[in-house]
């Protein structure tokens, strides 16, 4: 990670780039866009899938899929509100995303809310209600059963997901520098 | 393997099931009433044609296979989460199916069975091979090593009466 990685290149025409920043791949299946809210430069890849149609059943405007800035949606990775009953009814509950989360690809979240300076591997399965707090990470192919509570600066691996190690003070400045890079190196072919 | 080979697409859904634009289904199949179909759902019946019973939720990426010669029979209230793979030859009725798990050809489904997230259901290896084994009902497969357990069916009732509420949902916040 520095000045001299390689660029990440897409040709032009394949991503919409947003006043804010954001890049969307017009391959990327986007469902109810009217209740999705990126925070700007954020990087939505190709195949990825967002449920915004998905909504609450009361009446009105609903933010179903809520993001920070500099976040990253991998390739295949599918993002869905989860649902469950509450007094008798069936409702989904919005996603709530923080800044600088980075969802490999092949992902499938169906969290209520992930902290800020996440990184979900690749492959990973992100159950129903799953709660991750700031600063974790998720390694490749974790599957996270539903309702589980990821505390900060703690790692998780295998099926079901467990702790295997802790992260260092520094990591919030690591992990926000790799975001900002990332963002700074995915641009159009020249 | 030559395309040429597969059956005409001939598709009968009926009235109340709901299915969404973006979906890939080919070959002979039958839709129950109040299936839900999400978008980018394969239902693929390249050998033999494919039924689906009713109040089945099919969502994103379930990639539903028919090989075979046989009709594959789906029951009724199953749930296909999303990204799981489906080849068995049976499946009875209110199965669960968490995320990017694989159901074999080699496995008939039984009732009120769940396959766990990730997970690979295989017949048993002590069984000889290309025989097809019987799940009994009410197995939990579980786990990165896809053990089996038996559920002891608590909390059944709960978990029905969920199933239809989300399946009255869906019909009726998915935009036709």
């Not at chain 1, 897409?10 to 009217?34: F, L, M, P, Q, W």
């Not at chain 1, 899938?49 to 800035?69: E, F, K, P, W, Y």
């Not at chain 2, 074999?104 to 396959?115: A, E, K, P």
Request: charged share 20%; net charge neutral.
């Amino acid at each position: 990670m520095g000045a001299f990685d390689t660029v990440i290149t897409y040709d032009k025409g394949t991503h919409i780039e947003t006043d804010t920043g954001n890049k969307v791949s017009r391959k990327a299946t986007i469902a109810g866009a009217t209740n999705i809210i990126l925070g700007g430069k954020s990087i939505i890849q190709t195949g990825s899938i967002l449920r915004g149609d998905l909504r609450r059943s009361t009446a009105g405007q609903h933010v179903v899929i809520s993001m920070g800035r500099y976040c990253l949606i991998g390739e295949g990775a599918i993002i869905r509100p989860p649902g469950k009953m509450y007094k008798g009814a069936f409702t989904f509950y919005p996603v709530r995303i923080s800044d600088f989360v980075h969802i490999g690809a092949g992902c499938i979240v169906e969290a209520a809310q992930i902290g800020s300076g996440v990184e979900i591997g690749k492959g990973c399965i992100i159950g129903k209600f799953v709660i991750i707090k700031d600063l974790a990470v998720i390694l490749p192919n974790t599957v996270l059963p539903e309702g589980t509570v990821v505390p900060s600066m703690s790692v998780w691996s295998g099926n079901p997901g467990r702790i295997v190690d802790t992260l260092p003070e520094t990591y919030q400045e690591t992990m926000e520098a790799k975001c900002k890079n990332y963002y700074q190196r995915f641009r159009p072919a020249a | 393997m030559s395309r040429s080979a597969a059956p005409p697409t001939r598709i009968t859904a009926h009235s109340t099931s709901l299915i969404c634009q973006d979906v890939d289904l080919r070959g002979d199949i039958t839709i129950g009433p109040g299936v839900v179909v999400h978008p980018k759902a394969s239902i693929l019946a390249l050998g033999g044609p494919i039924v689906i019973g009713a109040e089945c939720v099919i969502e994103e990426t379930v990639i539903i296979v028919n090989r075979g010669t046989e009709i594959m029979k789906i029951g009724d209230g199953n749930h296909f989460m999303v990204g799981s793979r489906i080849e068995s030859p049976s499946i009875g009725d209110h199965n669960t199916f968490q995320p990017r798990c694989k159901a074999s050809s080699g496995v008939i489904i039984t009732d009120n069975c769940t396959l766990g997230a990730g997970t690979i259901l295989l017949p048993l290896p002590t069984l000889p091979p290309n025989t097809t084994e019987t799940l009994p009902p009410y197995t939990v497969i579980f786990g990165a090593d896809s053990d089996r357990r038996i559920w002891d069916g608590s909390g059944e009732v709960a978990e029905k009466a969920l199933r239809g509420k989300h399946i009255e949902y869906l019909r009726e916040v998915i935009p036709k």
